[in-house]
């Protein structure tokens, strides 16, 4: 058993374990107060893993309620929102109940920003089924839901009671969506551990030991700077462009593959200029080759720069731009605004 501890404005435990899902009652039982438990998660999969969950929860005493969302970032809405808070509500759920998120990344948002406000606060475990729910959101606290304005744009911190990550769970995930997630890996390796990304090149991580790898780094970076201040913002490479990438495509390429373009964009950048040796910037071009990730696309520099900046020039004239001159050493470094485009121009493939 693998557990790491998290020691922010709420202390809490992250098991991972295969076959966890068959024991997620005894761990929540541990944590929770009350007997009744919104189980919450989406039509796939619910399908697939909602009855393992509530047997075991029902086996520990828990009183179950299924609560299942659309598949896919709009269930992220305003609107399934507040049916969810409204079900809570209209089935007397008290403040010493507990909401159980079963999903990726779209279920694990919504279910904390659920547990975060309906009755100022309920409690809130997070089982995640995706890898990238397993080693980015399901840990530091970050939930939301999207406006039509924008992203994330409705949300707050708020720390889990439990996370339970089941590696035996992403062996149903399709093959793009666990790239996605690599995308990710391949940040925290990137970021914080050289050893972490050869490790990633040679092939021999079980998925157990990618998530409890990023996982750690991530608990490291969040308990540094829980509410996103500063140091958090190392978490932001390959974002800032990959949101642009998003964006400009209207969404077609997923937000992995965007971000690796992003991350891919910036080391060829940081090489043409001579802040990284080329071998750094191929190593990780071919990383993310290897993991079935994109590095290239046909998006017009001038339109991902504009999009990027447009995001940007709210706050002031200059961002935090996440770099890596040397793989596992990240940094923040602070640039004009307007430098960014520089960046793209000399790290997108003509
Ligand atoms: N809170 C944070 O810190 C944080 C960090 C990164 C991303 N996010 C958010 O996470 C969301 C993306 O998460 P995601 O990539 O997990 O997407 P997702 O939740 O939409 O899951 C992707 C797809 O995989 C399916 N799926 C999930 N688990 C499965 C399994 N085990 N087997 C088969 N299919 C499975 C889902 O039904 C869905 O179709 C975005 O909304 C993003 O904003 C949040």
Redesign the pocket.
């Known amino acids: 058993m693998n557990i790491i501890e998290v020691n922010a404005s709420r202390r809490y435990d992250i098991f991972v374990e295969e076959g966890l899902l068959n024991r997620a009652g005894a761990y929540c039982a541990q944590v929770l107060r009350g007997k009744k438990v919104l189980l919450l998660t989406?039509?796939?999969?619910g399908a697939?893993?909602l009855n393992t969950v509530k047997q075991s929860l029902e086996a520990s005493g828990f009183e179950v309620n299924p609560y299942t969302v659309a598949?896919?970032?709009d269930s992220?809405s305003t609107a399934t929102y507040l049916q969810v808070v409204s079900y809570l509500a209209e089935n007397h759920f008290t403040r010493s109940d507990a909401i159980v998120a079963l999903?990726?990344?779209?279920?694990?948002?919504l279910g904390?920003f659920c547990a975060a406000t309906y009755l100022r606060g309920i409690g809130f475990v997070q089982i995640p089924?995706?890898l990238?729910?397993c080693v980015?959101?399901s840990v530091?606290g970050?939930?939301?839901v999207n406006l039509p304005e924008g992203?994330?744009l409705l949300g707050s911190f708020y720390q889990p009671w439990l996370v339970l990550c089941d590696p035996t769970?992403?062996q149903?995930?399709?093959s793009e969506?666990y790239a996605?997630?690599m995308a990710?890996v391949i940040k925290y390796g990137m970021i914080r551990d050289r050893t972490l990304f050869e490790a990633l090149e040679r092939g021999e991580l079980t998925d157990t030991e990618i998530i409890c790898r990023c996982v750690a780094i991530k608990r490291d970076i969040v308990e540094q700077d829980e509410r996103d201040t500063g140091y958090r913002q190392l978490l932001n490479f390959g974002h800032t462009v990959g949101h642009a990438v998003e964006k400009c495509s209207d969404f077609s390429i997923s937000?992995?593959s965007a971000v690796a373009i992003g991350m891919a964009v910036l080391t060829r950048a940081l090489s043409a200029m001579g802040k990284t040796p080329a071998e750094e910037c191929e190593r990780l071009l071919a990383l993310l080759a290897a993991c079935g990730l994109p590095t290239t696309c046909d998006i017009a520099p001038q339109a991902l720069y504009e999009v990027a900046l447009s995001d940007k020039k709210r706050a002031n004239d200059t961002l935090a731009l996440i770099t890596v001159p040397v793989i596992g050493e990240g940094g923040i470094e602070t640039i004009a605004v307007t430098e960014l485009a520089r960046y793209i121009e000399m790290g997108a493939v003509k």
Request: no cysteine.
């Open positions: 989406d039509e796939t999969v697939l893993y598949v896919g970032e992220k999903g990726g990344g779209v279920v694990g948002d904390g089924t995706t990238l729910a980015d959101s530091g970050k939930t939301a992203k994330n769970a992403l149903t995930l399709p969506i996605d997630g990710e937000h992995g």
